[in-house]
């Protein structure tokens, strides 16, 4: 929700600045100016508390998640860093040219200076042990299922069944997942792990993405509190170009979300690979190039909307030039 807020508050400003900048509408233009940056300068505030509070959540209950997202290789020790750039080197498992931030990803992550962050070697050999686990829970469960299983094995199946998940991972790899080779096991584990780069980068474009939005409505605010919104153009051309900018991260911050939780449909039940539907490939075609068809559709109309009706303004021109002069915010006040 309040990245909507952000959303719409950006979309304001820029419009409210390519009314100033081109001299129209400029006493509506001053209102909704003034009007957007306080509400997007709060939507905004908003938006990085709740992040806060979802990298502290990814800490506690999505721990391979936030270990892709930072490229966190290693388990170092508490409070970890915070890296702000850098090269993730997925086959020596290292970060190259790292630029850090000391103790940020422990306070993020953990709320406290001395728990650790796991990192992602350490999280594979979790799963390499419930992987194992897993198979033992999945070669119980079909004497379970057919009624042969002694009280020993059943009970060998309620230690384990909450692994079986885990085992799935195997299926990509080998035939038999009761029996899966070193090298099966090794895939598997390696699998468990979501792709390290896309997410690294994609989590860092959406907070750069974010804080250049913080600077402009601060600055916007700033201008707006000292009735200067007119004067530096350089904001009015930043807000008009800051247009994209919820959109690019709000798309960072969905794939980070979705691409993140891979290999998972359900986390630690439901392999992606295992969830796949029983449509043939050619109702799954034509429902994907329909919906791409009729979503570009709209985003085509809606832009040629927008863009017709931004540029006419809300009010005719003759009318809003009067009550500029009535309030004394005409174009040479504008100007001056």
């Not at 390519?18 to 908003?46: D, E, M, P």
């Not at 790292?98 to 990803?105: F, K, S």
């Not at 390696?190 to 993405?209: G, K, T």
């Not at 068809?293 to 809003?320: N, R």
Request: hydrophobic share 45%.
């Amino acid at each position: 929700v309040s990245a909507g807020y952000v959303t719409g508050a950006i979309f304001v400003l820029a419009i409210s600045s390519y009314y100033l900048l081109k001299h129209k509408h400029i006493a509506f233009a001053r209102r909704s100016f003034a009007i957007a940056a306080s509400f997007g300068l709060a939507a905004t505030l908003s938006v990085i508390v709740l992040g806060d509070e979802s990298g502290y959540e990814l800490g506690d209950v999505q721990k391979v998640k936030l270990a892709a997202v930072e490229a966190e290789y290693e388990t170092h020790p508490a409070p970890a860093a915070f890296t702000l750039f850098g090269i993730p080197n997925d086959e020596e498992e290292k970060m190259d040219f790292a630029i850090q931030i000391p103790w940020a990803m422990g306070i993020i992550a953990t709320r406290s200076l001395d728990e650790e962050v796991m990192g992602i070697k350490d999280l594979k050999e979790i799963h390499r042990v419930r992987i194992l686990s897993g198979v033992q829970a999945q070669k119980q469960l079909e004497k379970v299922k057919d009624g042969t299983a002694t009280p020993a094995e059943l009970e060998m199946f309620e230690r384990n069944k909450d692994d079986l998940g885990y085992a799935l991972l195997l299926e990509p790899f080998t035939d038999d997942i009761t029996q899966p080779t070193p090298e099966a096991l090794e895939k598997a584990v390696d699998y468990s792990i979501p792709p390290v780069a896309p997410l690294f980068y994609s989590f860092r474009l959406m907070v750069v993405a974010g804080f250049l939005m913080l600077a402009l409505f601060i600055a916007a605010f700033y201008y707006s509190t000292k009735h200067r919104i007119t004067q530096p153009r350089w904001l009015l051309k930043a807000a008009v170009w800051s247009l994209p900018l919820p959109w690019i991260a709000c798309e960072a911050g969905w794939f980070v979300a979705e691409y993140g939780r891979q290999p998972w449909s359900i986390a630690e039940v439901l392999p992606v690979h295992t969830a796949v539907s029983n449509l043939s490939v050619s109702d799954v075609v034509t429902t994907l190039v329909a919906y791409t068809l009729f979503y570009a559709t709209m985003f085509v109309i809606g832009f040629y909307l927008m863009k017709k009706y931004a540029k006419k303004g809300p009010v005719p021109p003759e009318d809003d030039n009067k009550l500029d002069d009535a309030i004394g915010l005409g174009t040479q006040g504008a100007n001056a």
